[in-house]
T-cell receptor, first 115, second 112 residues
Framework: EADIYQTPRYLVIGTGKKITLECSQT?????MYWYQQDPGMELHLIHY???????EKGDLSSESTVSRIRTEHFPLTLESARPSHTSQYLC??????????????FGQGTRLTVV | GEDVEQSLFLSVREGDSSVINCTYT??????LYWYKQEPGAGLQLLTY?????DMKQDQRLTVLLNKKDKHLSLRIADTQTGDSAIYFC????????????FGAGTRLAVHP
């Protein structure tokens, strides 16, 4: 069973609010990722991190920001939420390397609705 | 293009075989994966295949890879109601951070 946790599971929030989606893993993985998933659509990578103090933008442009101050923690922040941010956000982690063992473990996701 | 493509929906009768298809785009992709997502849960790795293999079997699951056509399939034998979920195909592309590119997922519905 994967030890990666996301909170909250569901969030409904008003336009203009600042929100932080939490993601923590207890596996000591170096790499962490945030994916955005709209219903019936692909998962799109929006942020990733190789390790502490490393953050990069993914393939899909996002107004969110991330930080990686500790190995186990990779929070995602939206400074001013908008209805266009309504989506499911999935956090994942994997070990460093490129082989088969770099399975990505996923959290349960946060379903965000901005009204 | 960037897209990994899958059909969005598949309905099968309990006990029949299910075949979920996927086409990917990058011939240099090293590993190809099938993930399963049950309602309200994260993605779980079901199985994977290395790009130099044609087939991999793991209990009820068979993965077939046609590298020439960049086509991947997942066959589930004796499909059960517990197999109802969304199945995501993903390719691991070389270079950079070996990123995973996912398809949109195929929703498998198993009926009696």
């Amino acid at each position: 069973e994967a030890d990666i946790y996301q909170t909250p599971r569901y969030l409904v929030i008003g336009t203009g609010k600042k929100i932080t989606l939490e993601c923590s893993q207890t596996m000591g993985h170096d790499k962490m990722y945030w994916y955005q998933q709209d219903p019936g659509m692909e998962l799109h990578l929006i942020h990733y991190s190789y390790g502490v103090n490393s953050t990069e933008k993914g393939d899909l442009s996002s107004e969110s920001t991330v930080s990686r101050i500790r190995t186990e923690h990779f929070p995602l922040t939206l400074e001013s939420a908008r209805p266009s941010h309504t989506s499911q956000y999935l956090c994942a982690s994997s070990e460093r390397g490129g082989g088969k063992d770099t399975e990505a473990f996923f959290g349960q996701g946060t379903r965000l609705t901005v009204v | 293009g960037e897209d990994v493509e899958q059909s969005l929906f598949l309905s099968v009768r309990e006990g029949d075989s299910s075949v979920i298809n996927c086409t990917y785009t990058d011939s240099s992709s090293t590993y190809l994966y099938w993930y399963k997502q049950e309602p309200g849960a994260g993605l779980q790795l079901l199985t994977y295949i290395f790009s130099n293999m044609d087939m991999k079997q793991d209990q009820r699951l068979t993965v077939l890879l046609n590298k020439k056509d960049k086509h991947l399939s997942l066959r589930i034998a004796d499909t059960q109601t517990g197999d109802s979920a969304i199945y995501f195909c993903a390719e691991r592309r070389q270079g950079g951070y070996n990123k995973l590119i996912f398809g949109a997922g195929t929703r498998l519905a198993v009926h009696p």
